[in-house]
């Protein structure tokens, strides 16, 4: 019954070492969001995809880049670690239009950073 | 930019109500409320869309001012279960959609 499954749930990375994120709905939703969110603070949005329409939010740093093959599935990608990019990261999707449009989110990954 | 939610944080007794307030700078399309519990993620409580709607379920409920770009979460004769951190989510009017989550209120429900 899981519509927005995010793997895996826990990913430790070395400092420096690249890592991937993955995120697939069953929801065939246009919209899909990654989230980072931080210990006692808000979701922060890094990007979004309007179908593949991609929009990066404007502070999202340069180490962090997204893809999204298809309808269902979209990868975060962080280039090089930091210490700084441990936290929860979150996946959520949405469809535009009418009344229907509140966030469907995964259960996260949360990211170690050694 | 991000809207700022108040009070921070609450703690309130069983059967206590306690309003919680999100306010954006920018116009507004709609405004979602979620419910975090910690080490989980958001889960979705409500939509309020432009046209000043309130909304309810069961005991808790809310309204959207778009002119004042404010919306308010009420929650009546809380429950132990709502504890957790409540995030205003916001669209705005212009563009495509994204959501935007508020600064956050940590709620804590005591017997």
């Known amino acids: 019954d899981a519509m927005v499954i995010q793997n895996p749930r826990y990913q430790v990375t070395q400092f420096g070492k690249p890592v991937t994120l993955s995120c697939s709905q069953t929801?065939?939703?246009?919209?899909m969001y990654w989230y980072q969110q931080k210990s006692s603070q808000a979701p922060k949005l890094l990007f979004h995809?309007?179908?593949?329409?991609?929009?990066n939010e404007a502070d999202t740093p340069d180490n962090f880049q997204s893809r999204r093959p298809n309808t269902s599935f979209c990868f975060l990608d962080i280039r090089s670690p930091g210490l700084g990019d441990a936290a929860m990261y979150l996946c959520?999707?949405?469809?535009?239009?009418?009344?229907?449009?509140?966030?469907?989110f995964g259960q996260g990954t949360r990211l170690t950073v050694v | 930019q991000q809207p700022v939610q108040s009070p921070q944080a609450v703690i309130l007794r069983e059967g206590e109500d306690a309003v919680i307030n999100c306010s954006s700078s920018?116009?507004?399309?709609?405004v979602h409320w979620y419910r975090q519990k910690h080490g989980e993620a958001p889960v979705f409580l409500m939509i309020?869309?432009?046209?000043?709607e309130q909304k309810g379920h069961d005991k808790i409920s809310a309204s959207f001012n778009e002119k004042k770009q404010q919306s308010s979460l009420y929650l009546t004769a809380s429950q132990l279960s709502y504890s957790g951190t409540y995030f205003c989510?916001?669209?705005?009017?212009?563009?495509?959609?994204?959501?935007?989550f508020g600064t956050g209120t940590k709620l804590q429900v005591i017997p």
């Open positions: 959520a999707t949405s469809r535009t239009g009418g009344r229907n449009t509140e966030a469907f």
């Open positions: 929801l065939n939703h246009n919209v």
């Open positions: 995809y309007y179908d593949k329409d991609f929009n």
């Open positions: 920018k116009a507004l399309y709609s």
């Open positions: 309020l869309l432009k046209g000043g």
């Open positions: 989510g916001t669209e705005d009017s212009g563009g495509y959609q994204k959501v935007t």
